[in-house]
């Protein structure tokens, strides 16, 4: 029988960064994952970081995130700026939020078309009337970030536990028993969970009654990646192309990732263990089509592989970040429902946790309005993008 201060379940980056910086702040922490670190859904992001959100809060945790992403070591950041390609449609809402963004402390350059073609003449904007470019985002490498917060965390003395599934727990109130897949039993006062996608599951199997599981859906998200052809080598831009309603990030020397963000794809459900492994070719087909009309030199590209990313999206695609007494686990504690933010904003949501469990203000964000009670309340905010996903 082991007695530890806290547990979290999940060791994907968000899981990772809870750790430690629950460890730095003096916790003991036994951090658990299923697989490898970093092995679950953090392993299938496409890794952009960006600070362009509606959401003041989101975006203050995006910005905070960015700086600690940039100057960790191990993130393997690439500050490759991001152009956004706003519709008429969209540029009202576009506008309000690059004042609020500006307030924040975030760069925000509204470009015309002429300096678009200057800087980036790769890019055919002349369908495009607005443009928003955030010179100091990027991308940056999920599993080695989870794997440096993880390392850092077993530094400051954390136990990790891998290849090991927790298979349900229990709550007496004062304490925790998590049952873990060898037969082991682990006794905590206090439990994180960080298991995206699985949570209901584990809730499920932990006596959480249906009417009691947290309103998460999984939902695959395709991911398309190219070989790019010889004329358009090496570090480029990253593009949000709000006309097509899709993205394209080139990454490293020679590969572009590309996927949609179009909100109907989060209107798809699957069962965890369920996600599709290989993209439709009609997909793949429509997607090339978009993206060689947005950039005439992909033309030439050769398609590499494709999969799906999972995202835990909650109906206002903001995130859980509460404790679960209400559903009869006191000292358990959640951070989920990340809706595709997680990777982005993991060094934030590991001091929103720590701030959580200590009752203390750091960093302070705001984090009333992640309250699992929202739900019942109504009091549900969204995005002011309009059909698009995952900008809230």
């Given at each position: 029988?082991?007695?530890?201060?806290?547990?979290?379940?999940?060791?994907?980056?968000?899981?990772?960064?809870?750790?430690?910086?629950?460890?730095?702040?003096?916790?003991?922490?036994?951090?658990?994952?299923?697989?490898?670190?970093?092995?679950?859904?953090?392993?299938?992001?496409?890794?952009?970081?960006?600070?362009?959100?509606?959401?003041?809060?989101?975006?203050?945790?995006?910005?905070?995130?960015?700086?600690?992403?940039?100057?960790m070591e191990g993130t393997g950041f690439v500050k490759s700026g991001m152009l956004f390609l706003v519709s008429e449609e969209?540029?009202?809402?576009?506008?309000?939020?690059?004042?609020?963004?500006?307030?924040?402390?975030?760069?925000e350059d509204v470009l015309d078309r002429t300096e678009v073609a200057r800087l980036f003449p790769e890019v055919e904007v002349?369908?495009?009337?607005?443009?928003?470019?955030?010179?100091?985002?990027?991308?940056?490498?999920?599993?080695?970030?989870?794997?440096?917060?993880?390392?850092?965390?077993?530094?400051?003395?954390?136990?990790?536990?891998?290849?090991?599934?927790?298979?349900?727990?229990?709550?007496?109130?004062?304490?925790?028993?998590?049952?873990?897949?060898?037969?082991?039993?682990?006794?905590?006062?206090?439990?994180?969970?960080?298991?995206?996608?699985?949570?209901?599951?584990?809730?499920?199997?932990?006596?959480?009654?249906?009417?009691?599981?947290?309103?998460?859906?999984?939902?695959?998200?395709?991911?398309?990646?190219?070989?790019?052809?010889?004329?358009?080598?090496?570090?480029?831009?990253?593009?949000?192309?709000?006309?097509?309603?899709?993205?394209?990030?080139?990454?490293?020397?020679?590969?572009?990732?590309?996927?949609?963000?179009?909100?109907?794809?989060?209107?798809?459900?699957?069962?965890?263990?369920?996600?599709?492994?290989?993209?439709?070719?009609?997909?793949?087909?429509?997607?090339?089509?978009?993206?060689?009309?947005?950039?005439?030199?992909?033309?030439?590209?050769?398609?590499?592989?494709?999969?799906?990313?999972?995202?835990?999206?909650?109906?206002?695609?903001?995130?859980?970040?509460?404790?679960?007494?209400?559903?009869?686990?006191?000292?358990?504690?959640?951070?989920?429902?990340?809706?595709?933010?997680?990777?982005?904003?993991?060094?934030?949501?590991?001091?929103?946790?720590?701030?959580?469990?200590?009752?203390?203000?750091?960093?302070?964000?705001?984090?009333?309005?992640?309250?699992?009670?929202?739900?019942?309340?109504?009091?549900?905010?969204?995005?002011?993008?309009?059909?698009?996903?995952?900008?809230?």
């Amino acid at each position: 029988m082991n007695k530890e201060d806290v547990a979290v379940v999940g060791a994907g980056s968000t899981g990772a960064s809870v750790a430690y910086h629950l460890s730095k702040a003096g916790h003991r922490v036994t951090l658990i994952e299923m697989d490898q670190i970093g092995g679950g859904t953090t392993s299938r992001s496409t890794a952009n970081v960006r600070t362009h959100y509606s959401n003041e809060t989101l975006a203050r945790m995006a910005l905070y995130s960015l700086g600690v992403l940039r100057g960790m070591e191990g993130t393997g950041f690439v500050k490759s700026g991001m152009l956004f390609l706003v519709s008429e449609e969209h540029w009202p809402a576009a506008e309000r939020n690059v004042s609020m963004l500006r307030r924040a402390g975030v760069r925000e350059d509204v470009l015309d078309r002429t300096e678009v073609a200057r800087l980036f003449p790769e890019v055919e904007v002349a369908d495009v009337e607005h443009f928003v470019h955030e010179p100091e985002s990027g991308y940056a490498d999920p599993v080695s970030t989870a794997r440096t917060y993880a390392s850092m965390a077993e530094s400051l003395g954390a136990r990790i536990l891998t290849n090991t599934r927790v298979e349900r727990l229990s709550s007496s109130g004062a304490s925790n028993s998590l049952l873990l897949g060898d037969g082991r039993t682990l006794e905590t006062p206090k439990v994180v969970l960080c298991t995206n996608v699985w949570t209901n599951g584990l809730l499920a199997a932990s006596g959480v009654a249906r009417e009691g599981l947290l309103p998460i859906r999984a939902v695959p998200h395709p991911v398309l990646v190219y070989r790019r052809p010889e004329g358009y080598l090496g570090a480029r831009v990253i593009v949000s192309d709000y006309l097509k309603r899709a993205y394209y990030k080139p990454e490293g020397r020679s590969l572009m990732y590309g996927g949609s963000i179009d909100a109907e794809i989060d209107e798809v459900t699957v069962e965890p263990e369920e996600c599709p492994t290989q993209v439709p070719d009609d997909y793949v087909s429509a997607y090339s089509q978009a993206m060689v009309e947005r950039i005439p030199a992909m033309k030439e590209a050769t398609i590499q592989r494709t999969y799906y990313g999972m995202y835990d999206t909650t109906p206002d695609e903001l995130p859980i970040v509460d404790g679960l007494s209400g559903i009869g686990l006191p000292g358990v504690y959640a951070c989920v429902g990340l809706s595709g933010h997680g990777f982005k904003m993991c060094p934030a949501f590991g001091v929103m946790v720590k701030e959580m469990l200590d009752g203390t203000a750091d960093v302070s964000f705001e984090r009333s309005s992640f309250a699992l009670s929202r739900f019942g309340s109504g009091r549900l905010t969204g995005t002011s993008y309009s059909g698009l996903g995952s900008i809230v």
